[in-house]
């Protein structure tokens, strides 16, 4: 897996939270608690800002003013939590490096690395069960750690999620579905049209969940695939959440590896068990 992209989400993600808390605690400024107890065991509540050594009085009626003292606190102390995070996933992120089969086989000395090259095939076919699409066979240039040779680095990080999660699949597994065809007569007709869904993930119980990723949405050809595939699959009982998941790069090519973490886990990994 990539670790270093994952650590590089999270900071991104955890900054952004600590942006949105800093501008809350400018709103709601922490302040000093204090609680006074007599001897008769009764509790009084005074606060005092932080600059100050006045204290001040805070009647036991006016809860709003407690909760506005203890709210600013909570948000101290958040923000103490996320700036302590972010410092050590970036000490973790320089120590960190990638241990996937592309990043690993760059890192070898250059004689390896062609004998690597003129094996690879062969090792692939032996450590794997390879695509069975036939299409655009030269598209499938991204290598993982397994062995598997996939057409993009996303469906990479998402092959690699699965193996981390011990989850059985295949990846562009042949899937015959049927079609309904009209003739020019009006009248219509049942072919069956075979398909390769980018992952197919097997369940203890027999059934299977498929998952297909997009990447190229900006492309409208790809598009009027994307949708062709759609109506197919719904046509034969194919449809999210059921038995479908769908994922795809944002606009830019963004890929939201946390949200391709969370759909194992919330999604799949319950079917597991």
Known sequence: MRIREFIEDEIALEKKLLEDVEKK???HPCKVLIISRRKTGKEKYYYRERSEKKKRYIKMSDKGVLQEITYG???EEQRAVLSGNIRILEAAKDKIRNYDTETISKNLPKTYQKAREYINGKLSEEGCIQSENGKNPEGLNVICSNGLRVRSKNEMVICEM??????????????????????DDGTAF?????????FTIF??????????????????NYREDFTGKML????????????????MDGPGKGFDNQGIKRIIEERILPLMQ
Not at 205 to 216: L, N, P, T
Not at 232 to 247: R, V
Request: hydrophobic residues 40%.
């Open 25 to 27: 605690c400018h709103k």
């Open 73 to 75: 606190r909570f948000l």
């Open 162 to 183: 699965l193996l981390f999660y011990g989850i059985t699949f295949r990846y562009e597994m042949a899937l015959v579905l049927s079609k309904i065809e009209m003739r």
């Open 190 to 198: 049942m072919i069956n049209k075979t398909v390769y869904p980018d």
């Open 203 to 220: 369940l203890p119980d027999g059934s299977v969940i498929y998952w297909e990723h997009f990447g190229m949405l900006d492309r409208e």
């Open 232 to 247: 197919l699959y719904y046509d034969n009982d194919i449809f999210p959440p059921k038995n479908l998941i769908i994922t």
